[in-house]
């Protein structure tokens, strides 16, 4: 079993930032593949970003490639989702997910574990 936190969503203006902040009680960050998902209104679940068990290396969707960064901290069993450049578009609630056994990184489905999610809102 895995428990997820998250926090630091908010209000922000265009072009602002916010950092997300995703605790994980159960297993160790660096155990299982952590995600980052997000659900704007009237829309489906779709995968924002992702660092690998596997490799530790990061991923991300295109819609946020160069502007959001994940990062992880295993001292704090923390994964971190650093949000610049915000765009109205990014407005939605921000899930972290966790499996050990992740093989399509980019698949809702197939995440085992799931948060409460946390509210960006971007004001243009």
């Known amino acids: 079993q895995v428990q997820l936190v998250e926090s630091g969503g908010g209000l922000v203006q265009a072009g602002g930032s916010l950092r997300l902040s995703c605790v994980a009680s159960?297993?160790?960050?660096?155990?299982?593949?952590m995600g980052w998902f997000r659900r704007a209104p009237g829309k489906d679940r779709e995968f924002v970003a992702a660092?690998?068990?596997?490799?530790?290396?990061?991923y991300y969707a295109d819609s946020v490639k160069g502007r959001f960064t994940i990062s992880r901290d295993n001292a704090k069993n923390t994964v971190y989702l650093q949000m610049d450049s915000l765009k109205p578009e990014d407005t939605a609630v921000y899930y972290c997910?966790?499996?050990?056994?992740?093989?399509?990184?980019?698949?809702?489905?197939?995440?085992?574990?799931w948060g409460q999610g946390t509210q960006v809102t971007v004001s243009s």
């Open positions: 997910a966790a499996d050990r056994t992740v093989q399509l990184i980019t698949a809702a489905g197939a995440y085992d574990y």
């Open positions: 159960g297993r160790t960050v660096s155990s299982v593949t």
């Open positions: 660092i690998s068990r596997f490799d530790g290396n990061p």
